[in-house]
């Protein structure tokens, strides 16, 4: 269930995205919202609840402060960039291509071998990505936001192999409240300041507190407490709810219409993601009796 809630969350991202321009916001502006409000609720939930998360060591900072003004800011405008510009469902679809691309990264930089089982599996996502492109450019869809969304899907890529070297030994969840904390700060300058928020009407207010909360807060900590109850592999199965919320949420509150091949693209993009782990679901799934 946390993992659900938590891809859910995620999931959520690009509508509001779309409902923040609906509202005046630029991309930065939106940014600044969803770091600002999302890493001060972080630390005061971490502040009530495991105030030892709040203390970071000068090292760990230092990485938090790398990913946050270099890695982040990548990732999250080309996600943002591109709902401007193409759907919020085929952002999300092309961006879900990057458990691909992370497998070809580790086998390039940690010689991780590629089997059989990843073999068919990139095959899978590869055949979904190309599936959701061939529907983009049918839609016409503009060059920017497919740009953008490819950037995105690059940066959160080369997030997840930074994170993996850069991450060792460290408290994750310590260092990414840090993380927002230094993201925050990134997109505070690249939107003129955190002033802008005096100017906001109440509708604004209210998005940009939900943007900081819902695909922010929630989708982190429930994120971390699925790692703690299921492990990594069956969190990052699970995640794979999360386009699906994105293309049925922008079908039911943002009107937008949903081809055959996005279907046919996020379903074989979702088993490319869960083929490697068949054998884990299998065994665990498998009741076992006691001689």
């Keep these: 269930m946390y993992a659900l809630i938590s891809a859910c969350s995620f999931g959520i991202l690009p509508i509001m995205g779309k409902f923040g321009f609906e509202c005046g916001m630029d991309t930065f502006e939106i940014l600044q919202y969803r770091f600002i409000f999302?890493?001060?609720?972080?630390?005061?939930?971490?502040?009530?609840?495991?105030?030892?998360?709040?203390?970071?060591?000068?090292?760990?900072?230092?990485?938090?402060?790398?990913?946050?003004?270099?890695?982040?800011?990548?990732?999250?405008?080309g996600f943002i960039g591109a709902v401007k510009y193409i759907p919020a469902s085929t952002t999300s679809l092309i961006i879900y291509g990057y458990p691909a691309l992370v497998t070809i990264l580790s086998a390039v930089f940690f010689k991780q071998p590629i089997t059989k089982s990843l073999t068919t599996s990139l095959v899978l996502i590869f055949a979904g990505c190309a599936l959701v492109f061939y529907d983009a450019f049918l839609q016409e869809a503009d060059i920017r936001g497919v740009l953008l969304a490819v950037g995105c899907m690059v940066g959160i890529a080369?997030?997840?192999i930074l994170s993996q070297v850069l991450l060792k030994g460290e408290n994750a969840q310590s260092v990414t409240l840090y993380v927002l904390f230094f993201a925050a700060i990134f997109f505070?300058?690249?939107?003129?300041?955190?002033?802008?928020?005096?100017?906001?009407?109440?509708?604004?207010?209210?998005?940009?507190?939900?943007?900081?909360?819902?695909?922010?807060?929630?989708?982190?900590?429930?994120?971390?407490?699925?790692?703690?109850?299921?492990?990594?592999t069956y969190t990052s199965i699970f995640s794979c709810i999360e386009p699906v919320t994105t293309v049925f949420a922008a079908w039911i509150l943002l009107g937008e219409p949903v081809a055959m091949w996005q279907f046919v693209g996020a379903a074989l993009v979702i088993c490319g993601v869960i083929w490697p782990n068949r054998k884990l679901l299998h065994r665990e799934m498998t009741p076992t009796h006691a001689a």
Excluded: W
């Design 158 to 160: 080369g997030n997840m």
């Design 188 to 232: 505070s300058a690249m939107a003129g300041g955190p002033a802008t928020i005096l100017d906001l009407n109440g509708r604004g207010l209210a998005l940009a507190l939900g943007i900081g909360l819902v695909p922010t807060v929630f989708a982190i900590l429930f994120m971390y407490l699925a790692i703690e109850h299921i492990g990594g």
């Design 38 to 77: 999302g890493s001060l609720m972080l630390a005061l939930f971490f502040a009530v609840t495991r105030p030892s998360l709040l203390r970071i060591s000068p090292r760990a900072l230092m990485k938090a402060a790398m990913l946050g003004f270099l890695v982040y800011p990548v990732q999250s405008t």
